[in-house]
């Protein structure tokens, strides 16, 4: 999921100076003691990372950015790549003095690895106290103090129900102008490269008038972006029938027919104009003509659409069971471009050396990118994953050196194609909406266009939260430099 997954074998230009993971901030309530938590991974742990907080927060903590400062200190972790297990394991040895030299400190592994590994975590990493899957974070209070009374823990159930929908997230990953609302949990797809779907379980939506409450709720609040999140949101579907009868309270047409993806989309952007709504993931095998008419309609629909590909080659997708071929994808890619035209933004997700792929087969996925030509990538060379359909069927047989030949090549036409794709941009006037200072310079400004590019302008009287109008002048592959237009 874009911007998003942030272990170290990530190569895009868009996240050349992101960290690879995210921290509380401090938050000073009152409460009794202190949660440090680290998120690694995608936007999904982000997100879960938000509910944690508010789990904990309701039984007596406050977040700390120190972990030294820390009672408890939450890891919520991602198994996608077998780098961004490695990178877990070296954090918690880093804990090691620390919890030497206060053992009441308790550590927890939540999220992906958690759930991946379960009881095994605990007998490997000897310092970890609790682990705990990502439907299991209403148990976290109960497993925490336990653990303070020198028991250890483990609950990995996985829930065909649970969405935390009345949770109220604490805003951990904001820069209080843009969050994240969860949309629905779990993944039923199967692709035979991946993990999540037995990290994660069971695909399930969540009800969308909490969804729709949340967004209203944020734009009170002065938030003026939100981020729809499912590992494939053009599934999410909800029907009254099989959910919650207390919505049965409400209008008779509200609630007899199935609300899906483009319905949701509708009614959260109905929210307000002034506030701007992004989603991401897209299935290619999903993606509705429905989806982008209504993105189409509304102006606060981001004209942007993260649809990953994974290879250009159609035996490879049948290999890695995407349920789509080369065609069906370009076929999805010239209608998005016909309802949406050429300004709207697409990025993908790229595997390298999935097993058996030729050079031939790699080539195709050179050109396919020739052919959509997207704004950014967010690319990765095959790693094996136990335990799903790939590790069981096939043999990861391409040698690593070709598999990171093959990527730089995919990174190196990346680059290409995004320069190229910006230099369009040049001379166009359009709206931004400010997420604060420059990364590099306190006297430059950082907002978003609508298809997700990063434009920097010089830093005058605006501030984070402000929508721009400005005319691009100057162009990198990452990043969109101009001026406002008064
Ligand atoms: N639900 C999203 C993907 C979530 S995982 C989708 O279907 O598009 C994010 C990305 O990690 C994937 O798109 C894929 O490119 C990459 N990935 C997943 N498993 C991987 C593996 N075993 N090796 C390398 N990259 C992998
Ligand atoms: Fe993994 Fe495929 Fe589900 Fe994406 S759609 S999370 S790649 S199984
Ligand atoms: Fe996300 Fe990593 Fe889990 S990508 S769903 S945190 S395996």
Same mark, same amino acid.
């Given at each position: 999921?874009?911007?998003?997954?942030?272990?170290?074998? /990530?190569?895009?230009?868009?996240?050349?100076? +992101?960290?690879?993971?995210?921290?509380?901030?401090?938050?000073? *309530?009152?409460?009794?003691?202190?949660?440090?938590?680290?998120?690694?991974?995608?936007?999904?742990?982000?997100?879960?990372?938000?509910?944690?907080?508010?789990?904990?927060?309701?039984?007596?903590?406050?977040? *700390?950015?120190? $972990?030294?400062?820390?009672?408890?200190?939450?890891?919520?972790?991602?198994?996608?790549?077998?780098?961004?297990?490695?990178?877990?394991?070296?954090?918690?040895?880093?804990?090691?003095?620390?919890?030497?030299?206060?053992?009441?400190?308790?550590?927890?592994?939540?999220?992906?690895?958690?759930?991946?590994?379960?009881?095994?975590?605990?007998?490997?990493?000897?310092?970890?106290?609790?682990?705990?899957?990502?439907?299991?974070?209403?148990?976290?209070?109960?497993?925490?103090?336990?653990?303070?009374?020198?028991?250890?823990?483990?609950?990995?159930?996985?829930?065909?129900?649970? *969405?935390?929908?009345?949770?109220?997230?604490?805003?951990?990953?904001?820069?209080?102008?843009?969050?994240?609302?969860?949309?629905?949990?779990?993944?039923?797809?199967?692709?035979? $490269?991946?993990?999540?779907?037995?990290?994660?379980?069971?695909?399930?939506?969540?009800?969308?008038?909490?969804?729709?409450?949340?967004?209203?709720?944020?734009?009170?609040?002065?938030?003026?972006?939100?981020?729809?999140?499912?590992?494939?949101?053009?599934?999410?579907?909800?029907?009254?029938?099989?959910?919650?009868?207390?919505?049965?309270?409400?209008?008779?047409?509200?609630?007899?027919?199935?609300?899906?993806?483009?319905?949701?989309?509708?009614?959260?952007?109905?929210?307000?104009?002034?506030?701007?709504?992004?989603?991401?993931?897209?299935?290619?095998?999903?993606?509705?003509?429905?989806?982008?008419?209504?993105?189409?309609?509304?102006?606060? /629909?981001?004209?942007?659409?993260?649809?990953?590909?994974?290879?250009?080659?159609?035996?490879?997708?049948?290999?890695?069971?995407?349920?789509?071929?080369?065609?069906?994808?370009?076929?999805?890619?010239?209608? /998005?471009?016909?309802?949406?035209?050429?300004?709207?933004?697409?990025?993908?997700?790229? %595997? +390298?050396?999935?097993?058996?792929? *030729?050079?031939?087969?790699?080539?195709?996925?050179?050109?396919?990118?020739? %052919?959509?030509?997207?704004?950014?990538?967010?690319?990765?060379?095959?790693?094996?994953?136990?335990?799903?359909? +790939?590790?069981?069927?096939?043999?990861?047989?391409?040698?690593?050196?070709?598999?990171?030949?093959?990527?730089?090549?995919?990174?190196?036409?990346?680059?290409?194609?995004?320069?190229?794709?910006?230099?369009?941009?040049?001379?166009?006037?359009?709206?931004?909406?400010?997420?604060?200072?420059?990364?590099?310079?306190?006297?430059?400004?950082?907002?978003?266009?609508?298809?997700?590019?990063?434009?920097?302008?010089?830093?005058?009287?605006?501030?984070?939260?402000?929508?721009?109008?400005?005319?691009?002048?100057?162009?990198?592959?990452?990043?969109?430099?101009?001026?406002?237009?008064?």
């Amino acid at each position: 999921m874009e911007n998003l997954i942030k272990d170290i074998d /990530i190569i895009s230009p868009k996240v050349a100076q +992101a960290c690879d993971f995210k921290t509380t901030e401090d938050e000073n *309530t009152g409460k009794a003691k202190k949660l440090y938590i680290e998120s690694y991974g995608c936007q999904m742990n982000f997100s879960d990372s938000e509910i944690v907080a508010s789990i904990m927060k309701d039984n007596g903590f406050d977040t *700390t950015s120190d $972990f030294e400062q820390a009672d408890v200190i939450f890891l919520n972790t991602c198994s996608i790549r077998e780098k961004a297990e490695q990178t877990v394991r070296k954090r918690l040895s880093q804990f090691n003095s620390l919890k030497k030299s206060k053992p009441e400190l308790t550590i927890g592994v939540l999220g992906c690895m958690a759930e991946r590994l379960k009881e095994k975590l605990l007998e490997e990493e000897k310092i970890v106290d609790v682990v705990v899957g990502p439907d299991a974070y209403r148990d976290l209070p109960n497993l925490v103090s336990s653990a303070e009374d020198g028991h250890k823990g483990v609950n990995t159930f996985l829930s065909r129900e649970e *969405t935390y929908a009345d949770i109220a997230p604490v805003r951990l990953n904001s820069n209080g102008v843009s969050a994240f609302i969860s949309i629905m949990r779990g993944c039923d797809n199967m692709c035979s $490269f991946c993990v999540v779907p037995f990290t994660r379980g069971r695909e399930r939506s969540r009800d969308p008038y909490s969804i729709v409450q949340e967004a209203q709720d944020l734009f009170e609040k002065g938030y003026k972006e939100v981020t729809l999140l499912g590992q494939n949101v053009d599934s999410y579907k909800w029907s009254p029938e099989e959910n919650n009868k207390a919505r049965l309270n409400k209008k008779e047409e509200e609630v007899s027919a199935v609300i899906n993806f483009a319905h949701l989309l509708e009614m959260v952007a109905k929210v307000s104009p002034k506030l701007r709504v992004r989603f991401s993931t897209s299935h290619p095998k999903d993606i509705t003509d429905e989806v982008l008419h209504t993105m189409k309609r509304y102006d606060n /629909i981001c004209k942007y659409i993260h649809l990953p590909v994974q290879s250009g080659n159609s035996r490879v997708l049948e290999l890695m069971n995407r349920t789509y071929d080369r065609e069906w994808y370009l076929e999805r890619v010239s209608k /998005i471009r016909e309802i949406l035209g050429d300004e709207c933004g697409i990025s993908s997700d790229m %595997i +390298a050396g999935f097993c058996t792929e *030729t050079e031939a087969e790699h080539q195709d996925t050179l050109t396919l990118m020739d %052919i959509v030509k997207y704004d950014f990538s967010y690319m990765f060379f095959y790693s094996e994953r136990p335990g799903t359909l +790939a590790a069981k069927k096939f043999e990861d047989d391409i040698p690593l050196e070709t598999k990171k030949r093959r990527l730089a090549e995919i990174i190196d036409k990346q680059n290409a194609i995004s320069l190229e794709r910006n230099k369009l941009d040049l001379g166009k006037i359009q709206e931004i909406l400010i997420e604060g200072t420059s990364k590099r310079s306190e006297l430059q400004l950082r907002g978003r266009n609508s298809a997700n590019k990063v434009v920097i302008i010089p830093n005058n009287q605006y501030q984070k939260g402000d929508y721009v109008k400005v005319k691009i002048t100057e162009c990198s592959p990452a990043t969109l430099f101009g001026e406002v237009i008064s």
